[in-house]
């Protein structure tokens, strides 16, 4: 069983959170059934951006790291209070984790600016939000990431996507990133993807 960790800072957007427990939970059910998510938070109850409260499974205190096979992070909202958990301590040595351990890190969206933050995006190719009126990729790019303004932008072990309209095909990579891509043509195909 690959179990993934959904971390969640307060203020995070619940539509790029969905995404990954369902993708991964078909996996669960219809797929080759090695997927688990874990949602895990700083606090008992999260508020996503838009006022939608949220009670994870675990607390970051109660996990272990080393039990989970990959991270993912949904974006959020600067208004919704994300970046106080999101560039929190906490977080940053999640990050650290996972990528000293090159196992899947998944972001959608602002999600890649924890990464930037944490440092580890240094000489990277990445991706952030990148409408025209956002300063986020300038942001990311602050941070000493190599910018790359497309879509979605793999590296290494590493997925950043550009905004929440690549949330599916973020979810849809990580699938990919645990199992195989027959598996995840299927889960796409059941889901109603081509």
């Not at 607390?59 to 919704?80: M, Q, R, T, W």
């Amino acid at each position: 069983m690959k179990k993934v960790l959904l971390l969640l800072a307060n203020g995070f957007e619940a539509v790029e959170a969905s995404v990954f427990t369902d993708v991964l939970g078909w996996n669960n059910w219809e797929g080759d059934g090695s997927t688990e998510v874990v949602t895990v938070g700083l606090h008992p109850q999260l508020q996503c951006t838009w006022n939608f409260n949220v009670v994870p499974e675990k607390l970051l205190h109660e996990v272990s790291l080393e039990g989970f096979d990959a991270l993912a992070i949904p974006g959020g909202f600067e208004e919704a209070g994300f970046y106080t958990d999101a560039f929190s301590q906490e977080f940053q040595e999640v990050v650290h984790h996972f990528d000293e351990h090159k196992k899947p890190i998944a972001t959608i969206c602002v999600a890649s600016l924890i990464l930037g933050h944490s440092g580890i995006l240094q000489n990277r190719r990445a991706t952030t939000y990148n409408h025209p009126t956002s300063k986020r990729l300038a942001q990311l790019q602050s941070y000493g990431a190599d910018i790359v303004n497309e879509r979605i932008v793999q590296n290494e072990h590493i997925i950043t996507s550009s905004n929440p309209g690549t949330a599916f095909e973020v979810a849809f990579s990580l699938l990919e990133k645990l199992t195989s891509i027959d598996n995840t043509r299927k889960v796409k195909d059941l889901m109603g993807f081509k």
